[in-house]
């Protein structure tokens, strides 16, 4: 079953070639568009829980547990419902929230560790300089902490990639639904999931190139 499987992958990559590059498509698009979100939306919350005013803090501890203690599919369902029955989403941009959602959540205590590791002497020095709190944040705190942050934040996104495969339970046609819905056609969904494993380790692998590429230009800047 198995070798009769991995053997009928070669001619489902051939001729369905045209329908799972749709779906790569979907999944690219979903993909950047809810890692971009999610950065902003970590950058957001590691301010927040930085900061010295408890309710900020609250609030960003209470979004991170909340992330943290469900499961990502069930958060999916719960905005792509809720949201719905407040005002007519697209199916593509509800997906992008709820995955921005749950990663924004790792990606905050990603920043939020990367800030806290610089010494707390640059931002007295800012300080010293003239520079606001918020000018020396973002002029010489950020940048190093963005250095930091980049292998780790790599492997978030990678992990953002893979966790796109969930849309598909609210009907999205990316690489994993389109996969579902060819075997579905055929009782043999094995060949299918086969082809679609072998295109996530594909993107896998360039974004990972990409990351230590990036990762190699930041330490010979330093």
Not at 97 to 107: D, E, N, P
Not at 122 to 129: K, T
Not at 170 to 177: C, N, P, R, S
Not at 190 to 208: G, S
Request: aromatic share 14%; proline share 2%.
């Amino acid at each position: 079953m198995l070798l009769s499987s991995i053997l009928s992958f070669f001619d489902i990559f051939i001729d369905s070639f045209d329908v799972f590059l749709d779906g790569l498509w979907i999944t690219f698009k979903l993909s950047i568009a809810s890692l971009l979100i999610a950065c902003v939306i970590g950058l957001f919350f590691a301010i927040l829980k930085i900061s010295n005013i408890k309710i900020l803090q609250w609030i960003a501890d209470t979004y991170i547990w909340i992330v943290r203690g469900t499961p990502l599919i069930v958060q999916i369902f719960i905005l792509y419902y809720g949201l719905t029955d407040i005002f007519v989403m697209p199916m593509f941009w509800a997906g992008v929230a709820g995955l921005a959602f749950h990663s924004g959540a790792y990606i905050a205590e990603i920043i939020r560790g990367a800030i806290q590791s610089i010494d707390k002497g640059q931002l007295e020095a800012g300080r010293s300089l003239g520079m606001t709190s918020g000018l020396t944040m973002r002029r010489i705190i950020l940048p190093q902490a963005f250095r930091r942050a980049v292998p780790s934040l790599g492997n978030q996104f990678i992990i953002g990639i893979k966790d796109s495969s969930l849309i598909s339970f609210i009907g999205m046609q990316d690489l994993f639904g389109v996969a579902s819905t060819m075997g579905s056609n055929t009782f043999d969904y094995l060949p299918y999931f086969i082809t679609v494993a072998i295109y996530y380790l594909f993107i896998v692998l360039i974004l990972t190139l990409i990351v230590n590429k990036v990762e190699k230009k930041l330490a010979q800047s330093d």
